[in-house]
C-alpha cells in the first residue's frame, strides 16, 4: 500500500519534534523532516527544491522566528521568516499540488479583550513578532487560499527547546519564592497535544481557513505557574502574583490571548483535553525534559 508523504518544516523545533513524534504512528504517512539546516525557507529556490524532491501530499510548516523580545529590534528578520517564508512555501505548494497548514500565533491580536478571540475578530499585533506572524498568515492564504489551513495557538510548551514550564521548573529549584504575572490570560498548550490536533486536520476533510487550537480552558501565568509547582511536588504558596509592569520586556505580550475554538469544532475536529490534564501527562510522560538537570559538584 502506499504511504502519503508529509513534510515537516522546523523538523528540529519544539512542535516539528512533536510533529514528527505523532507523524510516526499513524498508518498510512510517511513523515520527512526537514530542519533549519537542511532548508533555508526564505530562499524560493531552496523551497521549492525541497517540496519538488519530497513530493508531499501536505506540508507542516512549524518553521518560525520565535524569539520574541529580540524580534524588537530585528524586525526585518522576524518578517522574512515569518512573514515572507510561508508565502514562499506556499506558492511551492500550490506548484507542487501540496496541501499546507501554517502554525500561527495568539500575538496577531491586540490582546485587549474579556472574551476568547474568534477567527474572523480583528487583528491588532502589539509587537514585531506579532506583525511579522500576521504577515505569514496573510501571504499564506493569499498564495494558496483553496488549499491552506491557517492555525492560531498559544502558550506552547513541550520536550525540545525552551519555554514557560521549563523557565519555572529551574525557578522552582533556584527561588524560596517566586513573583508572576497574574494580568496575562490564555491557554497552556502541550506541544504533543497541537500536534496530534494538526496531524488531525491534515487527515479530515475540514475547509480551508483559518483555525484556532489550544488546550482548552484558560488561566493566568500565575495560574499556571501554581500549576507546575503542583506537578512538581512543590509548595505552589511560593508563587506570588505581581502586575506586567513590574517586569517590563522589549515585546509587549498580550494581556489576554484566549483563542475560540468554534471554528475548529464546527469542522468535526476533535478538541484538544483541557490544559491541567495535558499538563499533567506532559510532567507524567516527559516530566525529566522539563525539570532542570540536577546540580553536580
Not at 512573514?83 to 500565533?105: F, I, K, M, Q, Y
Not at 492564504?141 to 489551513?149: I, K, N
Not at 468554534?262 to 468535526?268: E, F, H, N, Q
Request: proline share 7%; net charge negative; with cysteine.
Amino acid at each position: 500500500m502506499s504511504r502519503s508523504r508529509w513534510l515537516v518544516t522546523g523538523a528540529a523545533g519544539q512542535l516539528g519534534s512533536d510533529l514528527l513524534r505523532v507523524l510516526s504512528t499513524v498508518d498510512g504517512i510517511e513523515p520527512i523532516g526537514l530542519t533549519r539546516s537542511e532548508v533555508d525557507i526564505t530562499v524560493q529556490s531552496e523551497v521549492d527544491a525541497a517540496v519538488a524532491d519530497a513530493r508531499p501530499a501536505l506540508v507542516l510548516n512549524a518553521a518560525a522566528y520565535t524569539a520574541v523580545d529580540a524580534a524588537e529590534a530585528d524586525e526585518a528578520r522576524a518578517t522574512l521568516v515569518n512573514g515572507v517564508a510561508p508565502g514562499l512555501l506556499a506558492g511551492a505548494c500550490g506548484r507542487h499540488g501540496a496541501r499546507l497548514v501554517h502554525v500561527s500565533t495568539d500575538y496577531v491580536f491586540a490582546g485587549d479583550r474579556t472574551e476568547p478571540y474568534q477567527v474572523d475578530a480583528p487583528t491588532g499585533p502589539q509587537s514585531a513578532y506579532g506583525r511579522s506572524k500576521l504577515a505569514g498568515e496573510q501571504a499564506v492564504r493569499a498564495a494558496l487560499p483553496a488549499a491552506s489551513y491557517v492555525v492560531r495557538t498559544a502558550w506552547v510548551y513541550g520536550e525540545t527547546g525552551g519555554n514557560f514550564v521549563k523557565t519555572m521548573a529551574r525557578l522552582e529549584r533556584d527561588r524560596d519564592t517566586l513573583e508572576v504575572v497574574d494580568d496575562q490570560r490564555g491557554s497552556p498548550t502541550w506541544s504533543a497535544d497541537l500536534a496530534r490536533g494538526l496531524v488531525a486536520l491534515g487527515l479530515s476533510a475540514a475547509p480551508a481557513g483559518v483555525y484556532h487550537c489550544t488546550n482548552s480552558g484558560d488561566t493566568s501565568k500565575y495560574g499556571l505557574a501554581r500549576a507546575i509547582f503542583t506537578e512538581l511536588g512543590a509548595d505552589p504558596d511560593r508563587v506570588r502574583p505581581t502586575s506586567t509592569d513590574r517586569f517590563p520586556l522589549p515585546a509587549r505580550r498580550p494581556a489576554y490571548a484566549v483563542l475560540a475554538p468554534d471554528s475548529w469544532l464546527a469542522a468535526g475536529l476533535p478538541p484538544l483535553p483541557p490544559w491541567p490534564d495535558a499538563l499533567h501527562r506532559a510532567f507524567t510522560e516527559i516530566g525529566p525534559a522539563l525539570r532542570p538537570a540536577v546540580r553536580t559538584a
